[in-house]
């Protein structure tokens, strides 16, 4: 049972280039999430996908996109990469929309922007 | 106020003690609370989760609330060294039309053998 899969592990960018960052859950949840983890800053949520079909902005959406590709599947984009975007990043899935749900995470891709 | 507080430690306690981690948020209408344990260089690890109606024990873990106070607790009994690793309180809060969840920096604990 792999859960939450996120790809790459790790990532070095060169300022300006783009990449997609995969994540796929296995385990039928309606929402999904993308968080990045900063020192000190704790988890703060880039965007969220209540339910396939929808997605809306969360607390850090700039320089980012996503996309609910289908009920398993929700990327994260990165158009011109940043060095302030170097950070941890976690995709996370859960049962229902609500927030009253546990969510559960992938084990994270570290990237790094140079 | 931030949404969710907690404090960053490191919290040290010997082995076999009980070590008491606290969280605080701002939202009153706030009804679910998750404890995360986080290990370094790894992702967050559900522990446990308690909604407004009542506190919850599983094994050697507690999850209280005292929504009078504004603050959920996790108590973690016969602390082992392998309970060392940075806990996170996440609670949810009242958003939009539904609610998402805040997560506190963190409570580093350190269990000494």
Not at chain 1, 97 to 106: A, E, K, M, T, V
Not at chain 2, 85 to 111: D, H, M, P
Request: glycine residues 10%; charged residues 20%.
């Amino acid at each position: 049972n792999a859960g939450v899969t996120q790809t790459p592990k790790f990532q070095v960018l060169k300022t300006g280039q783009s990449m997609t960052l995969q994540c796929a859950q296995d385990m039928n949840h309606n929402s999904m999430y993308w968080y990045r983890q900063d020192p000190g800053m704790g988890l703060r949520l880039i965007y969220y996908s209540a339910s396939e079909g929808t997605t809306d902005k969360g607390e850090v959406p700039n320089g980012y996109n996503v996309s609910r590709l289908n009920k398993r599947e929700f990327s994260l984009r990165l158009e011109s990469a940043a060095p302030s975007q170097t950070s941890v990043y976690f995709c996370a899935s859960s049962e229902g929309g609500r927030s009253n749900q546990p969510q559960h995470f992938g084990d994270g891709t570290r990237l790094s922007i140079l | 106020q931030k949404e969710v507080e907690q404090n960053s430690g490191p919290l040290s306690v010997p082995e076999g003690a009980i070590a008491s981690l606290n969280c605080t948020y701002s939202d009153r209408g706030s009804q679910s609370f998750f404890w995360y344990r986080q290990y370094s260089g790894k992702s967050p690890e559900l522990i446990m989760f308690i909604y407004s109606n009542g506190d919850k024990e599983d094994g050697r873990f507690t999850a209280q609330l005292n929504k009078a106070s504004q603050y959920v607790s996790l108590l973690i009994r016969d602390s082992q060294p392998s309970d060392s690793a940075t806990y996170l309180c996440a609670v949810n809060i009242r958003w939009n039309q539904g609610g998402k969840l805040i997560f506190g920096q963190g409570t580093e604990l350190s269990v000494k053998p």
